[in-house]
């Protein structure tokens, strides 16, 4: 059976209360009809969902915004009014989450299939986390320290780090930790691509082990590579932080 697809017209300028009004767009032909919201750029959004049961199909209502569901359209457009005052409708498949950077929260609307590295870089700016080897996850030099843990960005979903709290080298320098000091004094550095993944995961090492073995900061620095070859300064580099850190200077 074919569907035809009455669509309202709607100003291009309108008020949340009229896109509300409006938000439920009819469409005929078919035993469960199909519902839209409208998104900002004027495209339609179906925010309908069959699901097909032992005695009969029921239709559930997703919100557009964060994706949660309802048994009615009315629930649906009382659930926007009260969570997302004055947002509009997105492209389905968007996600809205909230991540804390460098100490400062940010809430970002991400595609599913975005990587960390992709919004800390390419969306907020943190030009920091770098990216040598295309995304392969084979240089260490997009790592950041996510929820304490150093992690290879560019191996991570974006949508998995929603809560969570991200460092990168940028804000390691920002609270003056000795390890940036440190760098700079041992000339861990050339062209200083790949410093910055250096810098943290040996901030994530000393934050888990502060009176690391030479062996020990071997292990924890083999994942990142260096084209300049400067691998005999960190040894000593990430040994004077961590003695600064104790108090020895």
Known sequence: MSEEKETKKI?????RRQFL???GIAVGGTAV???FFLSACGKEVEVTKTVAGPTQTVTRYICPV????????SALKDHYDAMHDGESPVISGKKKITIIVN???YTPLINPEWTLQHLVRE?????DVKDMCVGYGACGACSVILNGRS????MVLANECDGMEVQTALGIANIQHPITESY??????????CTPGFVVTAKALLDKNPNPTEDDIRKALGGNLCRCGTYPAHIPAVLDAAETLAGGK
């Open 151 to 154: 992690v290879l960005s560019c």
């Open 33 to 35: 009809g199909s519902t």
């Open 11 to 15: 100003p291009d300028q309108i008020t």
């Open 184 to 193: 700079t004094k041992y000339l861990t550095f050339q062209c200083g691509y």
């Open 103 to 105: 100490g400062k929260k």
């Open 123 to 127: 969306e907020l700016g943190f030009t």
């Open 21 to 23: 009004r409006n938000a």
């Open 66 to 73: 964060c994706s949660q569901e309802f048994d009615s359209i």
